[in-house]
């Protein structure tokens, strides 16, 4: 039978999914099969698996963390914001639908049989589980509720490893208030406390860590340092979503849409000398970038008209025949003529859009999910070094569009001149597309572009390695497995 042990935090961001992550690595480094699991995640980065389903991106970076392909089972449950109020409702990676906050936690305890045939079926091919919480363990007016933190853990018996993160301040409080705000066998549970993203010489923290265990009765599992490796971001918290100046010879420029999905699309770039990615929330902000790239939301109307009141469309269009634009998803729909949502798939309504497109969107119930891959056609314009190159990645999206453009990929998509848009998430990912891409803008500027083809995949295998090695020398592994034992 598996073994499992459960990561939850004292708040959001503490770093419990890349803990998690490194956990995932190291069990595979040691020889074991070791599989991730969450419950329930609320975020707009999404994956589509190759079954077709929908799974948060933090799960589907954990799964290749460990050597396995992503899965529904590793996220039965996943919650994509559309409004301050509602999500989207996905259970199995399907879509089950949209409901108010309220609703869904009237109805949330329903689900835990899906989550314990997705746990149990997991549990089934795997030596190892290494489950993560969501936000705070000690949330007080949601705990009689609770699927996702001590309530799961009490499911599935569970050993927990309480995190806190030092870099926010306040570590005493966060680790040792959890502490005291959780009931007697839900401490029981809690088995080690790890300090996680720890600044300098760990060795002044001796005495912190001596304070953590007297006063909480818990052993500290680690004090992590602030790793620098170049790993997916969880969610909308992510510090790259903070830079909004650019830093590199080349400039491109993302405009952060307030329900911005899927930003880890343009990740690839960030791997190439002398290319800086900026997210910019004003549109004062944007500047003369090189390129302008508008990304996936969950709510396209609504970020179509924060688009226009917030004067990004006419910055937009200023830059058009100036720099290439390239849409993404809600990204792409946005550059057309009109969006309807007439069946209130994304909140409802209709709107123009940019009219840089000669497009129109229609949303329906229907959820588009796949992997894909192709090419791009023989194209002009700005890009047009990027005709014939093969592309992989995976669409997610209510919407279909059909436009008189020229077509972009052997699947779809739209171009005209230097406006480019497309469905596919990862479109850049490919070697041969991102350099294109990159080396492209470095001609427009008259410069040679000297670098090589980034891998992606080998890239991201590496960071993995980088994480996993530091976070095993920080945590005392022996009591990890002594923790996996004691079931």
């Not at 099969?33 to 991106?57: C, D, H, V, W």
């Not at 849409?327 to 729909?333: N, S």
């Not at 992997?371 to 047009?384: A, R």
């Not at 000297?450 to 991201?460: E, S």
Request: glycine fraction near 10%; charge should be negative.
């Amino acid at each position: 039978m598996s073994k499992n042990i459960m990561l939850q935090g004292t708040m959001s961001n503490v770093g419990k999914s890349l803990l998690t992550a490194a956990l995932c690595r190291i069990f595979r480094q040691d020889g074991y099969s070791a599989a991730p699991f969450k419950s329930q995640n609320m975020a707009l980065n999404s994956y589509i698996t190759t079954g077709g389903l929908e799974i948060g991106r933090a799960q589907a970076m954990q799964a290749e963390a460990a050597g396995l392909e992503p899965s529904a089972l590793m996220n039965p449950i996943l919650l994509k914001p559309t409004t301050d109020v509602g999500s989207q409702v996905i259970v199995n990676g399907k879509v089950r639908g949209n409901m108010r906050a309220a609703e869904y936690f009237r109805h949330k305890k329903e689900l835990i049989p899906d989550i314990l045939a997705a746990y149990n079926t997991l549990a089934e091919q795997h030596d190892i589980i290494v489950i993560e919480g969501a936000g705070s363990a000690a949330e007080l007016n949601l705990k009689a509720d609770d699927i996702v933190n001590m309530g799961l853990a009490k499911l599935v018996d569970a050993p927990v490893l309480l995190v806190g993160d030092i870099d926010r301040g306040g570590i005493f409080a966060q680790l040792l208030g959890t502490l005291m705000l959780t009931e007697t066998d839900e401490r029981e549970r809690i088995k080690g406390l790890i300090v996680n993203k720890f600044r300098g010489d760990k060795t002044i923290f001796q005495s912190g860590v001596d304070i953590l265990e007297q006063r909480g009765g818990v052993p500290v599992a680690g004090v992590v340092p602030y790793i620098k490796c170049d790993i997916e971001d969880e969610d909308s918290l992510s510090d790259k979503l903070e830079c909004s100046s650019a830093s590199g010879i080349i400039d491109i420029a993302v405009i952060r849409l307030p329900h911005i999905s899927n930003y880890t699309d343009f990740d690839v770039f960030l791997q190439y000398d002398g290319v800086s990615v900026r997210y910019v929330t004003k549109y004062t902000q944007l500047g003369t970038p090189d390129m302008i790239i508008i990304p996936g939301t969950k709510s396209t109307v609504a970020d179509m008209r924060w688009l226009r009141e917030s004067g990004f469309e006419t910055a937009i269009k200023k830059a058009v025949g100036k720099v290439p634009v390239f849409g993404i998803c809600g990204g792409y729909q946005m550059l057309g003529n009109k969006i309807s949502d007439p069946e209130n798939s994304e909140g409802g309504g209709e709107i123009s859009g940019m009219g840089l497109l000669d497009a129109q969107t229609v949303f329906s119930s229907r959820k588009h999910q796949t992997q894909t891959n192709g090419h791009f056609e023989n194209i002009g314009g700005m890009l047009s070094a990027l005709s014939g190159l093969d592309f992989i990645g995976y669409e997610i999206h209510m919407g279909e569009t059909t436009s008189g453009c020229s077509r972009l990929l052997s699947c779809g998509g739209a171009y005209s001149d230097s406006v480019y848009g497309c469905y596919i998430h990862g479109i850049f990912d490919e070697p041969q597309v991102s350099a294109a891409v990159v080396r492209t803008l470095y001609e427009r500027r008259g410069l040679r572009f000297d670098g090589t083809c980034i891998d992606r995949r080998a890239y991201k295998e590496k960071q993995f390695d980088i994480l996993a090695d530091e976070v095993r020398k920080a945590l005392d592994m022996e009591l990890i497995y002594t923790i996996l034992g004691q079931r």
